[in-house]
């Protein structure tokens, strides 16, 4: 199966002030995944988000979208949730979503019809008629997103969308992102929180300080890290664990022991060298979360 573009950045650069804020990057976003763009605060996301929306323009380096003959930007097919969360606080909620989405083309009647829809979907049809400057910030945070999709757009661009989000809406984010994909809609999510979106994107790009990082299948990524996490639950003494020259670093306590194994050592092998040692209950082998590759790749 053909995996199809639909959007390519191909050796971006861009500066402020002589610092350079990206550096040469270059990656793919494929039709219908969600792509995580992945960085620490300041990495230089929201400044390639800008890029590739138009509102920076590049030093050097190309942005192209395929939805596009001449591979340019059609405002009309993206939507986009800012970082910055900013409304019309002195306008009403139904007529601000009319009016962002009549700027993307979108006819005023449909436009209606759809903001009620997703009003109701996200209980909040109350307030259609209330000013902006009413609603909570968690409120105003789904209206935006409302804005961000409701012309049905095939790209959409979340920068830090879970940020200043309880639990609670942090979980009905992450279920309204599956729901785009699962209507064929890209999404391109920016975060720095990697226990948010370490389940729900397909691939990822991680940069720092401007730079390349780490790119690629999510899985792939985990499957080929160097070192793996191994937990047993066990009865006996378990402190000689932490002593085994193949185990990087443990945690040992209460009949369980969380290990991290020493680059380069298989998991069997690390097994092999404690049978008849210890009385095993269950024991778990994987590798390590997002967030941990993550600290690690930046520190490093």
Same mark, same amino acid.
């Given at each position: 199966m053909t995996t199809k573009t639909i959007l390519h950045v191909e050796n971006v650069r861009k500066s402020f002030d002589g610092t350079k804020a990206v550096d040469d990057v270059s990656f793919a976003v494929y039709k219908?995944?969600?792509?995580? !763009?992945?960085?620490?605060?300041?990495?230089?996301?929201?400044?390639?988000?800008?890029? $590739?929306?138009?509102?920076?323009q590049p030093d050097s380096g190309e942005i192209t979208f395929s939805f596009s003959p001449d591979g340019t930007l059609l405002p009309g097919r993206v939507?986009?949730?800012?970082?910055?969360?900013?409304?019309?606080?002195?306008? &009403?909620v139904c007529d601000t979503l009319v009016f962002l989405a009549s700027l993307k083309g979108l006819d005023a009647r449909v436009a209606r019809e759809r903001a009620l829809l997703w009003l109701q979907?996200?209980? #909040?049809? &109350?307030?259609?008629?209330r000013n902006?400057?009413? #609603?909570?910030?968690?409120?105003?945070?789904?209206?935006?997103?409302i804005a961000a999709i409701l012309h049905e757009p095939e790209l959409?661009?979340?920068?830090?969308?879970?940020?200043?989000?309880?639990?609670?809406?942090?979980? !009905?984010?992450?279920?309204?992102?599956?729901?785009? &994909?699962?209507?064929?809609?890209?999404v391109l999510l920016s975060a720095h929180q990697?226990?948010?979106?370490?389940?729900?994107?397909?691939?990822?790009?991680?940069?720092n300080k401007g730079h390349q990082v780490l790119y690629g299948e999510l899985r792939e990524i985990k499957r080929n890290w160097r070192e793996d996490w191994v937990t047993i639950d066990f009865r006996g003494?378990?402190?000689? #664990?932490?002593?085994?020259?193949?185990?990087?670093?443990?945690? $040992?306590?209460?009949?369980?022991?969380?290990? $991290?194994? &020493?680059?380069?050592?298989?998991?069997?092998?690390? #097994?092999?060298?404690?049978?008849g040692k210890l009385e095993i209950e269950q024991i778990a082998i994987k590798k390590p979360p997002l967030h941990h590759i993550f600290v690690e790749m930046v520190k490093g």
């Amino acid at each position: 199966m053909t995996t199809k573009t639909i959007l390519h950045v191909e050796n971006v650069r861009k500066s402020f002030d002589g610092t350079k804020a990206v550096d040469d990057v270059s990656f793919a976003v494929y039709k219908g995944e969600i792509f995580g !763009l992945l960085g620490p605060n300041g990495a230089g996301k929201t400044t390639l988000i800008r890029m $590739i929306l138009g509102i920076f323009q590049p030093d050097s380096g190309e942005i192209t979208f395929s939805f596009s003959p001449d591979g340019t930007l059609l405002p009309g097919r993206v939507g986009y949730l800012p970082e910055e969360r900013g409304l019309y606080d002195n306008r &009403k909620v139904c007529d601000t979503l009319v009016f962002l989405a009549s700027l993307k083309g979108l006819d005023a009647r449909v436009a209606r019809e759809r903001a009620l829809l997703w009003l109701q979907r996200l209980q #909040l049809e &109350k307030y259609c008629s209330r000013n902006i400057r009413e #609603l909570s910030k968690g409120m105003q945070q789904k209206i935006q997103f409302i804005a961000a999709i409701l012309h049905e757009p095939e790209l959409v661009i979340l920068d830090e969308p879970f940020a200043g989000l309880d639990p609670i809406n942090q979980e !009905l984010f992450r279920d309204l992102i599956v729901e785009l &994909k699962a209507r064929g809609t890209t999404v391109l999510l920016s975060a720095h929180q990697m226990h948010l979106v370490e389940d729900l994107v397909d691939r990822i790009f991680l940069m720092n300080k401007g730079h390349q990082v780490l790119y690629g299948e999510l899985r792939e990524i985990k499957r080929n890290w160097r070192e793996d996490w191994v937990t047993i639950d066990f009865r006996g003494d378990g402190a000689f #664990l932490s002593e085994n020259s193949l185990v990087k670093s443990a945690q $040992i306590s209460d009949g369980r022991a969380q290990l $991290i194994l &020493k680059e380069g050592v298989r998991p069997e092998e690390f #097994l092999s060298s404690i049978v008849g040692k210890l009385e095993i209950e269950q024991i778990a082998i994987k590798k390590p979360p997002l967030h941990h590759i993550f600290v690690e790749m930046v520190k490093g």
